[in-house]
């Protein structure tokens, strides 16, 4: 009897062929921004793994617009246009900021006369004030931690065409939302929208925040690895921003590294893996592609969804 895949799977070394019969190689200036973003990046994984990714969004985008102005032209509805959508899903320290900005840049470069812009769902978590009085500050990233009505209305608002939105911004250094520091998102012709969240469904709404999506990434990798993606940032931030008096964990850059490492291991147990098990990786069968990435960072699999 034949199961049905949902996926096709790509080796790391079928999707890397791609790369070499689809894209050109990187200019030096380019090459430089990317470093910008993460210097940990090696500029061959970005050939690798990133450049076929980029060019395959763009195939769907091409298709989005082209249907969208066909069926628009025979339904006689509305000209006006339509930001394409990607979202991006996994783990907390999974990597998701760092290809969130890796794709916007590289899209940016294939599609030039095309705005990408980026919004993190992180602005979205409710303020520290409230989580405090409702007894969430063990609870952020949690699906209660937000104001999902909230992201939900900016997503209508960004599919409807609005073209000057303001969405909240989160500050790392404070470990809260900023207040009245909004961001602007204006006039994008392609969104990414980046979150542990975003594959998420709540019943009590008529819409997911998924709903909006023309295409979805989840980034998987083994536990372990991102456990340990998790502590190696805390340890960089531990010798960099939580020096700032302002850090909210300024106390971990006092303490000694065992002590650091000790709390780091409490927030990554009872917080961040739990979250995982519980409310993020049940989303990954949800998204368009995954991309498992291996020891370092580098992507091992690629799998997307069959059309
Ligand atoms: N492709 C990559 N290559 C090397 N290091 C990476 C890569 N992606 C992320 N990192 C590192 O892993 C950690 C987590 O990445 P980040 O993008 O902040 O994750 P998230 O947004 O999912 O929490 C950071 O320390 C970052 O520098
Ligand atoms: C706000 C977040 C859920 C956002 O996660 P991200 O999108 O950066 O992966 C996370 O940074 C967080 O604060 N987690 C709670 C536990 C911790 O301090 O890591």
Redesign the pocket.
Known sequence: MHTYKPYYHFSREAWAALSETETPPLTQTELEEIRGI?T???LS?VETAYMPLTKLISFYLEAAETLHAKAGAFLGTSEKKVPFIIGIA?????????????LQLLLSRVLPHKKTELV?TDGFLYPNAVLQEKQLMKRKGFPESYDIKALIDFMGQVKAGTTHIMGPQYSHLTYDVLPEQEELVSDPDILIV?G?NVLQVKKEYQFFVSDFFDFSIY?DAEEPNIEK??K??FL?LRATAFQDPKSYFRHYAEVSLEEALQSADTIWEEINAKNLHENILPTKGRSDLILR?GN???VEDVYLRKL
């Open positions: 993460n940990r990046i090696s994984e996994g783990s907390v320290a999974v990597g998701k900021s760092t290809i969130a900005r890796l993190t980046e542990v980034i993606w998790y190696e940032r960089m990435k370092n960072h580098e």
